[in-house]
Protein backbone atom coordinates (compact mmCIF):
# COMPACT_ATOMS: atom_id res chain seq x y z
CA UNK A 1 0.00 0.00 0.00
CA UNK A 2 1.50 3.30 -0.89
CA UNK A 3 3.14 5.27 1.83
CA UNK A 4 3.66 2.21 4.06
CA UNK A 5 7.08 1.27 5.10
CA UNK A 6 7.80 -2.32 3.76
CA UNK A 7 10.73 -4.62 5.17
CA UNK A 8 13.49 -3.53 7.70
CA UNK A 9 14.35 -0.42 9.00
CA UNK A 10 17.02 2.35 6.54
CA UNK A 11 20.41 1.79 7.22
CA UNK A 12 20.65 5.35 7.98
CA UNK A 13 18.62 4.95 11.04
CA UNK A 14 20.31 1.93 12.26
CA UNK A 15 23.32 3.86 12.19
CA UNK A 16 22.19 7.12 14.06
CA UNK A 17 20.83 4.41 16.51
CA UNK A 18 24.78 3.05 16.70
CA UNK A 19 26.34 6.49 17.17
CA UNK A 20 24.15 7.75 20.15
CA UNK A 21 24.03 4.90 21.85
CA UNK A 22 26.42 4.68 25.05
CA UNK A 23 28.80 2.36 24.64
CA UNK A 24 29.50 -0.73 27.49
CA UNK A 25 32.13 -0.29 28.29
CA UNK A 26 33.49 3.19 29.56
CA UNK A 27 37.31 3.76 29.38
CA UNK A 28 39.19 4.56 31.84
CA UNK A 29 42.45 6.58 32.95
CA UNK A 30 44.76 5.56 35.56
CA UNK A 31 45.35 9.08 37.96
CA UNK A 32 47.66 9.45 40.78
CA UNK A 33 46.08 12.21 43.38
CA UNK A 34 47.99 13.41 46.43
CA UNK A 35 45.58 13.62 49.55
CA UNK A 36 47.08 16.79 52.08
CA UNK A 37 45.81 17.61 55.66
CA UNK A 38 46.92 19.81 58.75
CA UNK A 39 43.88 20.99 60.41
CA UNK A 40 41.78 19.41 62.91
CA UNK A 41 42.20 15.69 63.14
CA UNK A 42 44.44 15.15 59.80
CA UNK A 43 45.18 11.54 59.58
CA UNK A 44 41.08 11.02 59.70
CA UNK A 45 40.76 13.95 57.14
CA UNK A 46 42.98 11.74 55.23
CA UNK A 47 41.46 8.39 55.69
CA UNK A 48 37.87 9.51 55.01
CA UNK A 49 39.14 11.53 51.31
CA UNK A 50 40.77 7.82 50.87
CA UNK A 51 37.28 5.84 51.28
CA UNK A 52 35.29 9.01 49.58
CA UNK A 53 37.95 8.69 46.24
CA UNK A 54 35.54 5.49 45.67
CA UNK A 55 33.13 8.11 44.28
CA UNK A 56 35.29 9.46 41.26
CA UNK A 57 36.64 6.17 40.49
CA UNK A 58 38.10 2.74 41.29
CA UNK A 59 40.69 2.96 43.73
CA UNK A 60 43.21 0.69 42.76
CA UNK A 61 46.50 1.36 46.16
CA UNK A 62 46.52 3.44 48.63
CA UNK A 63 49.89 4.40 49.73
CA UNK A 64 51.26 4.56 53.63
CA UNK A 65 50.34 7.73 55.61
CA UNK A 66 53.19 10.10 56.36
CA UNK A 67 53.62 13.18 58.44
CA UNK A 68 55.54 16.14 56.87
CA UNK A 69 56.89 19.85 58.28
CA UNK A 70 54.87 22.15 56.24
CA UNK A 71 56.86 22.55 52.99
CA UNK A 72 57.05 26.70 51.49
CA UNK A 73 53.87 26.96 54.19
CA UNK A 74 52.39 27.39 58.02
CA UNK A 75 50.97 25.56 60.03
CA UNK A 76 50.62 22.40 61.91
CA UNK A 77 52.59 19.14 60.32
CA UNK A 78 50.52 17.73 57.71
CA UNK A 79 49.37 14.31 56.87
CA UNK A 80 50.21 13.35 53.44
CA UNK A 81 49.24 10.14 51.27
CA UNK A 82 48.52 9.30 47.26
CA UNK A 83 46.10 7.16 45.95
CA UNK A 84 45.55 5.68 42.73
CA UNK A 85 42.51 5.95 41.10
CA UNK A 86 41.05 4.68 37.62
CA UNK A 87 38.28 7.14 36.37
CA UNK A 88 36.07 7.27 33.95
CA UNK A 89 36.10 10.67 34.46
CA UNK A 90 38.04 13.59 32.43
CA UNK A 91 40.69 15.67 34.13
CA UNK A 92 38.52 18.72 34.71
CA UNK A 93 35.89 17.06 35.83
CA UNK A 94 37.72 15.53 38.06
CA UNK A 95 39.08 18.31 39.65
CA UNK A 96 35.52 19.31 40.21
CA UNK A 97 34.57 16.06 42.14
CA UNK A 98 38.06 16.82 44.14
CA UNK A 99 37.52 19.96 44.58
CA UNK A 100 33.71 19.15 45.91
CA UNK A 101 35.39 17.08 48.59
CA UNK A 102 37.47 19.25 49.29
CA UNK A 103 34.37 21.70 50.30
CA UNK A 104 32.91 18.71 52.00
CA UNK A 105 35.65 18.32 54.40
CA UNK A 106 35.56 21.93 55.55
CA UNK A 107 37.74 23.52 53.46
CA UNK A 108 38.31 27.12 53.46
CA UNK A 109 40.10 28.84 50.44
CA UNK A 110 41.63 31.87 51.81
CA UNK A 111 45.40 32.28 50.86
CA UNK A 112 47.75 30.46 48.89
CA UNK A 113 49.75 27.55 50.99
CA UNK A 114 46.98 28.00 53.82
CA UNK A 115 46.52 25.74 56.60
CA UNK A 116 44.01 22.90 55.25
CA UNK A 117 41.40 20.18 56.24
CA UNK A 118 41.55 18.63 52.87
CA UNK A 119 43.56 19.18 49.73
CA UNK A 120 43.46 16.93 47.03
CA UNK A 121 45.61 17.37 43.79
CA UNK A 122 46.02 15.36 40.56
CA UNK A 123 49.30 14.59 39.93
CA UNK A 124 49.50 12.60 37.10
CA UNK A 125 46.10 11.41 34.67
CA UNK A 126 47.36 8.71 32.26
CA UNK A 127 49.53 10.49 30.22
CA UNK A 128 48.37 13.53 29.79
CA UNK A 129 49.76 17.17 29.77
CA UNK A 130 47.32 19.90 30.49
CA UNK A 131 48.53 23.24 30.90
CA UNK A 132 45.47 25.51 31.73
CA UNK A 133 44.77 28.83 34.47
CA UNK A 134 42.75 26.00 36.28
CA UNK A 135 44.73 22.57 35.53
CA UNK A 136 48.29 21.57 35.54
CA UNK A 137 49.15 18.00 34.85
CA UNK A 138 51.47 16.81 35.49
CA UNK A 139 51.55 18.78 38.84
CA UNK A 140 54.04 21.31 38.62
CA UNK A 141 55.51 20.76 42.04
CA UNK A 142 55.15 17.11 42.46
CA UNK A 143 58.86 16.13 41.80
CA UNK A 144 60.13 19.05 44.78
CA UNK A 145 57.98 17.43 47.11
CA UNK A 146 59.02 14.53 49.76
CA UNK A 147 55.25 14.52 50.89
CA UNK A 148 54.44 13.69 47.40
CA UNK A 149 56.65 11.68 46.45
CA UNK A 150 57.17 9.05 49.28
CA UNK A 151 53.92 8.33 49.26
CA UNK A 152 53.83 8.10 45.66
CA UNK A 153 56.43 5.67 45.37
CA UNK A 154 54.17 3.32 47.71
CA UNK A 155 51.79 3.26 45.06
CA UNK A 156 54.14 3.55 41.96
CA UNK A 157 57.49 2.33 42.00
CA UNK A 158 57.89 2.21 38.56
CA UNK A 159 57.62 5.92 38.37
CA UNK A 160 59.68 7.22 41.72
CA UNK A 161 63.34 6.41 41.64
CA UNK A 162 66.14 6.64 44.25
CA UNK A 163 67.22 9.93 41.82
CA UNK A 164 64.44 11.53 42.60
CA UNK A 165 64.46 11.02 46.31
CA UNK A 166 67.47 11.97 46.40
CA UNK A 167 66.24 15.35 45.41
CA UNK A 168 64.04 15.81 48.67
CA UNK A 169 66.75 14.35 51.04
CA UNK A 170 66.79 17.80 52.78
CA UNK A 171 62.78 17.89 53.78
CA UNK A 172 62.01 15.41 57.07
CA UNK A 173 59.13 13.12 56.24
CA UNK A 174 58.17 10.09 58.61
CA UNK A 175 55.74 7.41 57.47
CA UNK A 176 52.82 6.70 59.97
P1 LIG B 1 47.72 23.96 46.30
O1 LIG B 1 47.16 22.59 46.14
O2 LIG B 1 48.71 24.32 45.21
O3 LIG B 1 48.28 24.21 47.66
P2 LIG B 1 45.00 24.84 46.09
O4 LIG B 1 44.56 23.48 46.53
O5 LIG B 1 44.40 26.02 46.79
O6 LIG B 1 46.55 25.00 46.14
O7 LIG B 1 44.71 24.91 44.54
C1 LIG B 1 44.82 26.12 43.87
C2 LIG B 1 44.37 25.91 42.44
O8 LIG B 1 45.26 25.06 41.78
C3 LIG B 1 43.01 25.23 42.28
O9 LIG B 1 41.97 26.16 42.28
C4 LIG B 1 43.15 24.49 40.96
O10 LIG B 1 42.36 25.08 39.95
C5 LIG B 1 44.60 24.67 40.61
N1 LIG B 1 45.27 23.48 40.09
C6 LIG B 1 46.07 23.50 38.99
N2 LIG B 1 46.56 22.30 38.72
C7 LIG B 1 46.05 21.45 39.66
C8 LIG B 1 46.18 20.06 39.88
N3 LIG B 1 46.96 19.28 39.09
N4 LIG B 1 45.53 19.51 40.94
C9 LIG B 1 44.76 20.28 41.74
N5 LIG B 1 44.58 21.62 41.58
C10 LIG B 1 45.22 22.21 40.54
MG1 LIG C 1 45.33 21.66 45.93
Redesign the pocket.
Known amino acids: MAGMRQGPAPIRVLALRTMTERPLVRSTVRTYI?V?ANLGDAQAHVHAALHALETVGSVQAVSHLYRTAPHE?IGPDYVNAVACVDTAHN?VTL?RH??AL?AAAG?Q?ST???P?TL?????L?GRAS?W??????????MWTRAFVLYPLRDVAPHLVGDAHLAQVAGQPITQL
Open positions: AGAALLQERRVNARDLDVLFVSPTLTIPHPR
